[in-house]
């Protein structure tokens, strides 16, 4: 039996109905206003055909180009994350009678979601939030019950952006596990699959399609590495990083960094892994039911430190120091894994144009 | 932790009894509603819980046993500091907030058994270090002197002073109390010390070499009590301080309570002086 399949372009809503059928909702990178980002997709023609992107500092555009290929562009603009780990959502809710006894119940809300392009970069975000939500002390249901009714197809990459440094951490743009079925799209053709789960095999059954032929395979193979090699950021490796950072905490850099940073939070905003949040209470106006409420929160916020009375991180300074080397360094104390994938989208959102590539180099020099 | 599906969720609990200890301190203790919660929990000195009020939110709160030491029963002394515990302050017996936990490392017990214990707090600092204290006096053959410290800004702030009175009669047990200002109690009235808790160092009469310190306070007063108490002889790994930081979750998720790599609300709140030593000079960590 093959390794690798071939998917071609016009079989994809053949992909998207059997999805369909085993109960899955299909969601896919799409274009919409400007950028790309996850949206429903009810079948194939509604995929970004032909866009292409180009991501800098502080710069994100989108082109449409007369390619017959449905990923060419580099990465959606949001991760799998909101997915999962909902940007605002309530967590449970609490009823309060007339004798003032309360009722609480927890809000567990998931449903079957198959994701038909994840790239690579996105896939080891959901890697490292699972330590977080999932592989941890105490796990969110909610998250789980996701992860358990989740389907993934990786999108290996076959061009970087600019801004890309997964090579730079020792990762490359191929996907390497986590998957149900990973595909690498050759031009103008369709996809070569590969199997990753039991869950993919039996998806795949369905399919009945041709094995991949050799040269298939090797170019897929090709353009995965091309895009690698495309990569230019550089940085030293990652356990050097990780020491050194926590050896220069009071680096002048710092300094540097808080002159030009808006404490904005939108690199906190976009990351695949950032995980902090709060929680309030929305209370109904008739006093009987509250619902609570788990929403994203920024290590950037002023109020994030905040202890009554006390604010630890009141300057950028120590929130943006905070956020780097917690990203890039204490991240393995807590969850033995490193907490940046490189997908770069930290400096592509950034509107003043931090490159967290070169304030690491900076300070590791 | 009490848990059931959802970490996130809290249970209720009864209101028994509302104290007033001080205009704005007040003690709450509580009852689980549902028998089958009460006969789950179970707490250990130094952990704390997130305490729900409807409507406004959770706070995280040291655990006090029971002054009364009756079963099913704990307490949470409480300041008025912010919007969750102003609204708490109107607590009344009867009514109903929500309670997860218990959560964060416990006080050494264990390590302390054989040694003199010193239990060094400040303000509200005491609250987290009843259940400790008690927990001597309960298996006092098993440790050494007991001596209890606590320093207040004035004299008025005094709180538990029935308890402290209870402690200062027990065996092997000595209780030192300073104020900065014991004005505000009547001349004549106010029997215990002044000055601050450090200068009690000469005449506790303990083994310091086989001593265990137990300090909360605001930081840096455990900064300086720790500093003192290894200076007089104490084993820097065994002074003991807690830590308090924002916490939204209290299980590892919320990422508010970070200081470097520690999560306060599961690493700590209750730390080996050493372990934080570091991380607590850098500023704006």
Redesign the interface.
Known sequence: MSHYYFLPHQRIDDMLSALKSDGYKCVAPRYHDGSIGYDDLNKSSELPWGYHDAQAPGHYEVTKTEHKHAFGFTLPTTSVKPMLFKAKENVWKVARNDEGKLAFEPIVEFEKIAVFGVRPCDLRGIEIQDRVFMENSYNDVRYVKRRENQFLIAMNCTKSHSNCFCTALGDSPFADKGFDLAMTELNDEGFVVEVGSEKGRVLLDTLNLAAASGGQAQAALSRIEAAAEAQTKTLPPIKEVEAKLMANLEHPQWDDIASRCLSCGSCTQVCPTCFCHTERDEPNVLGTETNHTREWDSCFSIDHSYTHGDTYREDTKYRYRQWLTHKFSTWRDQFRTKGCVGCGRCVTWCPVKIDVVDEINAICK | ?L?T????????VEVVEFIQEHHDIFTIRLKF?DPAIDSKYFFRPGQFNMIYL?????VAISIVNDRNHQPGRFEHTIQV??RITKGMAKLKA?????IRGPFGTAWPMEEAKGKDVIIVTGGLGNAPLVAATEEVLKNRKQYGKLRVLHGIRTSDLLIYEDMYTRWNNSPETKVYMATSNAEPVDNGKWTWGKGFVTNFIPELGVDYANSIVMCVGPEPMMIGVAKSFIAAGVKPENVYISL???M??A??????C?L??Q?VC?DGAVYPYPACEELLK????
Not at chain 2, 5 to 12: C, L, R, S, V
């Open positions: 932790m848990y599906n959802d970490a996130y969720t809290p249970f209720e509603t409807y409507g406004v939110g959770e500091v912010g009867g009514d109903k907030v929500g308090e930081r924002s939204k979750c299980i590892g998720h919320c990422g508010h970070q470097g790599a999560f599961k850098v500023k704006g960590l």
